[in-house]
């Protein structure tokens, strides 16, 4: 099916004419281009075909829901065997790039375009999954998802034993994973029971990183535990029931 940005339009009469200009093309260079006559021979059945349906399709006297349904199968055909024909023989020589213009294609750009920076600012969340298993998502707090260069999201976190120094600040967090899902799963294995895990969010595109979220960190303890995160939207930090918690060896995070 053609998409709003695609080469293939989504009306019926300039598809079938992109059909058979396509199908004048191929079979004056087709062979130069080497392009077995045998799928422009196709192509140039499956157009025909599709002129046909349209019409019928078209005509009071013969427009029937069968009559329909022909034409959408027909129009499918035609349209599966030029993007068949563009993907295996449009980008690669002999074909020039006025060959693949004259196809009413658009030439690769082998210049890379950079992303742009990231505008959107992130607060985490957590919630318990299963055993060593710990769920997050990410909400917005500035900036738009919508937004090409805030779909992207580097997931930093590290797991620090009793006794060892935790990181002072997001910057000496030592893993990560990038992701494009709001809401994800961290998996900690067997030999991090008991140990304090720190987490922050970068939202990232094309390797530009924007703001750090403020960082979150869940440790055990003789208490029940809480976490504490920023309150939405204003950022002052406030406490949840049952957040903030101990990898357990036993009961995963309790």
Sequence with gaps: MSKKTDWFPSGRDEQLS??????????AGG??????????RELSTLVGAADAALAEAKNEATRTPVATARRKEAFQKMEDKMRDIKKRYAYVPPLTEADIVSLGLKPRDPIHTPGKV????????????????????????TGSPDD?????????????????????????????????????????GFGDSGKTAYFAVQVENDGKK??????????????SWKRRYPCRPCGRLIHGAKASQEINSTGGLK
């Design 210 to 223: 924007g703001r750090w979220s403020p960082p979150l960190s869940l440790k055990g303890g003789n208490e």
């Design 31 to 40: 062979p130069s281009w080497n392009i077995p006559a045998q799928d422009t």
């Design 18 to 27: 992109v059909g058979k200009n396509r199908v004048t093309i191929l079979s």
């Design 148 to 188: 090409k260069e805030n779909k992207g999201y580097r997931i930093w976190y590290t797991v620090v034993a009793p006794g060892e120094t935790a990181p002072a600040d997001p910057e000496q967090l030592t893993k990560s994973f990038y992701t494009q899902r709001r809401k994800n799963l961290v998996e900690f």
């Design 118 to 141: 990231p505008t959107a600012h992130v607060n985490v969340e957590t919630f318990l999954v299963g055993r060593h298993e710990l769920g997050f998502r990410l909400v917005y707090v």
